[in-house]
């Protein structure tokens, strides 16, 4: 069990993490959102290898792995995110494949 600070520590560090990574890479995202170690990230699909690239190389100590869209849609944190054709993004409750809607009473 850590210290209680731990949380606010590592989220800390991670926004000083981000803010160097994001301001020397050559490819800007346009949607970066992140949620303790869940990043929602936005950026052109000619990009995306050497962005995550340059986001591993930036500390040896962390490491991104990458998901990307399939069918216009990605789950993110227990939300389905959908691209609509227009561009838009729609969101809706994502459940997995596995999920049997039982619950223990």
């Known amino acids: 069990m850590g210290s209680p600070v731990s949380a606010v ?3 800390l560090c991670m926004e ?4 160097q990574a994001i301001t020397t890479s050559s490819y800007e ?4 959102k992140r949620y303790v170690d869940d990043t929602f990230t936005i950026l052109d699909r000619e990009n995306v290898d050497d962005f995550s690239q ?3 190389n930036q500390q040896p100590s962390i490491h991104f ?3 990307t869209e399939k069918d216009n849609k ?3 944190l227990d939300t389905a995110v959908l691209r609509e054709p227009d561009g838009c ?5 994502y459940r997995k494949p596995t ?3 039982q619950y223990l009473a």
């Open 9 to 11: 520590i590592a989220n």
């Open 16 to 19: 000083n993490f981000e803010e």
């Open 29 to 32: 995202p346009r949607i970066w």
């Open 54 to 56: 340059h986001l591993n």
């Open 65 to 67: 792995t990458m998901e």
């Open 74 to 76: 990605l789950a993110f």
């Open 89 to 93: 993004l729609s969101t809706s409750v």
């Open 99 to 101: 999920h049997t809607d």
